[in-house]
Each structure stands twice: as C-alpha cells, then as structure tokens.
C-alpha cells in the first residue's frame, strides 16, 4: 500500500510559477507509475501529467504542453510537478495518484492510491 501526501499548493498570481510535490510511503516507490491530476469546482477530474515507473517517459494532457513539467526523485520518494505561466484556469485541487508497475495513464482508474489533495489558485 501506498500513502501520498501533496504539498506546495496556494495562492500565485497569473504569469507566476508554482511547484507541487508529492511524497510517497509505505512501498517500493520506483515500482509505481505517478500521475497528476486535477478538478476545479463543479468540473470533472482532469488528467495534467504522468511518468512511469522507471521515470523514462513522461506525458502530459493537451492543455499542459508546455508549461508544466513533471519528473521523479526516487531517492526522496517524490514527484514533483513544476507549472510555469500560472493562468487563472489552473485554479483546482490537484491530485497525485500511484499506478503498481504503470506507464504513465490518463485514466484515473488506472490509479490505485491517490492524496489528498492540494489546492492551487491562481489570481489574475
């Protein structure tokens, strides 16, 4: 089993940067593909970003080309989640999520753990 706590969320201002991290404990971190998800009031849950396990391959949902970037510390058992260009459209919760032996997918059932949540809100 794995417990994922988020952190780094808050309030920035549009154009800004922000960088999310997501902490991992309790199994063998490098064997879990991480995703990054997220949902703003009233909206679906939104696929953002993943990387596989072996932190070879990254991908990325079509709004965050670009401007966020996702990467792995399995020395820390952290991912992280770097946005630049904050725009007001980000503002959401954001999730992480862990997939056993994964490669990285955009469909939020693929992942069995998720964390709480981190909220992110991006002034304009």
């Known amino acids: 089993q794995v417990q994922l706590v988020e952190s780094g969320g808050g309030l920035a201002p549009a154009g800004g940067s922000l960088r999310l991290s997501c902490a991992a404990s309790?199994?063998?971190?490098?064997?879990?593909?991480m995703g990054w998800f997220r949902q703003a009031p009233g909206k679906e849950r939104e696929f953002v970003a993943a990387?596989?396990?072996?932190?070879?391959?990254?991908y990325y949902g079509h709004f965050a080309q670009g401007r966020f970037t996702t990467w792995r510390d399995d020395s820390k058992n952290t991912v992280y989640l770097h946005v630049n260009s904050l725009k007001p459209e980000d503002t959401a919760t954001y999730y992480c999520?862990?997939?056993?032996w994964g490669e990285g997918s955009s469909d939020p059932s693929d992942y069995e753990y998720w964390g709480q949540g981190t909220q992110v809100t991006v002034s304009s």
């Open positions: 999520a862990a997939d056993r």
């Open positions: 309790g199994d063998t971190f490098n064997t879990y593909a």
């Open positions: 990387i596989n396990y072996s932190g070879r391959t990254n």
